[in-house]
């Protein structure tokens, strides 16, 4: 069975701050992707990364897909209040569509 | 254009019960997925059907089926319904892999 870590669970910062969040897996995955939800909405795509090592930047997001394709990490720059949301990470098996999501971390930023 | 789009938003039913969701991909999309999220919680699999095919099926019991039309557009049945099938189901979309797409889903309250 495929498990996805996801840390922390909750972040809360002030806007302009970093944050990080990280997820965590023993399983290789195919592709992973990068989801922000928001209450009462389903999750909205925000990346997917392939290549083991991968660095994809989506305007002050930054994504990193580990070179054993075991991990990833989600890096938010100068945070602002419109960043509040639930993230999701999710991996994908080399078949099938099957996603396997993470807990989620739920980041509050503070104006 | 339009995104994935299900339907109803928001359901309440009582224990015993059925229920019939309902799903319609992004024009072009031949694969339609589903997911359980229990309040909390990250996405859990259940279904996926390409070409009105089943491909994958997650741990789910025979309680829960579905079926893809052949616009392409998808159900999602569930029998006897328990007070732990409370959730919000989302449908996701995708060309036939990835990246998917997610609807806003359907809140389903079991009383």
């Given at each position: 069975t495929q498990l996805l870590e996801q840390s922390p669970q909750f972040l809360s910062i002030q806007e302009g701050e970093n944050l990080t969040v990280y997820c965590n897996s023993s399983s290789v995955f195919s592709s992973l992707q990068w989801y922000r939800q928001e209450p009462g909405e389903g999750p909205v795509l925000l990346v997917t990364v392939v290549t083991g090592g991968e660095v994809k930047k989506l305007k002050r997001l930054t994504f990193q897909f580990g070179d054993a394709r075991k991990d990833s990490s989600l890096h938010i720059t100068a945070?602002?209040?419109?960043?509040?949301g639930l993230y999701l990470c999710a991996g994908a098996p080399a078949a099938g569509n099957k996603l396997t999501f993470g807990g989620g971390t739920r980041v509050l930023v503070k104006p | 254009d339009a995104g994935v789009t299900q339907s109803p938003t928001h359901l309440i039913k009582t224990r015993g019960q059925h229920v019939t969701l309902r799903c319609s991909p992004i024009s072009g999309h031949k694969s339609v997925s589903w997911y359980q999220q229990v309040l909390g919680q990250g996405p859990q699999f259940i279904f996926q059907y390409y070409e009105k095919e089943e491909r994958g099926r997650g741990?789910?019991?025979?309680r829960f089926s579905a079926r893809q039309f052949p616009n392409y557009s998808s159900e999602l049945n569930v029998n006897?319904?328990?007070?732990?099938?409370?959730a919000l189901y989302l449908c996701a979309s995708s060309?036939?892999?990835?990246p998917q797409h997610f609807g806003d889903g359907t809140r389903l309250s079991i009383l």
């Open positions: 945070a602002q209040p419109g960043d509040t | 741990n789910f019991p025979d006897a319904l328990l007070l732990g099938d409370s060309l036939g892999g990835q």
